[in-house]
């Protein structure tokens, strides 16, 4: 009886990644080429990379509320997962990531890859924007500035307000 070939059969994962907001060009650049040595030694196949840009945090992550969102799709098996998040983890610049499996059971033969969607593009480093006014900046508690205050009534004199001394004390009257 003769043996038909069956296709090679294989798992679709995405795996979404999120770099610290500071991060340059050449390190956003340097984690892809990292990935991509990943899935050449495990034998996957990217599939796609969008780098979808600088975008707000739900919650602050490792005292972050921004960061630079990275998606991967890509074909291969459980030791190629492994492996990405391993890397993934040992990078400083890396503050969270998740992978998650799209479809148990993919052709790989089937698949076609566009050039153009696994080119990696990094995001540019933010120009230095205005610091926000925290909490802490308004108490002053940030060394080398005073606190702002919004009180019209203030004498030029004295920042803080007026300076006169009121004696309310009964039977005495102010000199």
């Known amino acids: 009886m003769p043996e038909t070939q069956s296709p090679v059969k294989t798992r679709e994962y995405e795996t979404i990644y999120i770099l610290k907001p500071d991060v340059a060009r050449d390190t956003q650049e340097k984690i892809a080429s990292r990935i991509g040595e990943v899935l050449t030694r495990e034998s996957g196949k990217l599939t796609l990379i969008e780098n979808w840009g600088r975008r707000p945090l739900a919650y602050p992550v490792a005292k972050c509320r921004r960061g630079v969102y990275v998606y991967l799709k890509y074909l291969g098996g459980g030791a190629l997962v492994s492996e990405i998040e391993r890397n993934l983890r040992l990078s400083d610049d890396v503050i ?6 799209m479809n148990p059971d ?16 990094a995001v540019e480093l933010p120009v230095e924007e205005e610091p926000e006014d925290s909490l802490e900046r308004r108490l002053g508690l940030i060394e080398g500035e005073r606190p702002r205050h919004d009180d019209s009534e203030m004498d030029a004199d004295d920042e803080y307000g007026s300076n006169e001394v009121v004696n309310d004390v009964p039977g005495t009257e102010n000199e």
Do not use: G, H, P
């Not at 969270?96 to 499996?101: A, D, F, P, S």
């Not at 993919?106 to 593009?121: C, G, L, R, W, Y």
């Open 96 to 101: 969270k990531y998740q992978t998650v499996l």
């Open 106 to 121: 993919v052709d790989a033969a089937s698949v076609t890859i566009n050039d153009e969607d696994v080119k990696f593009e």
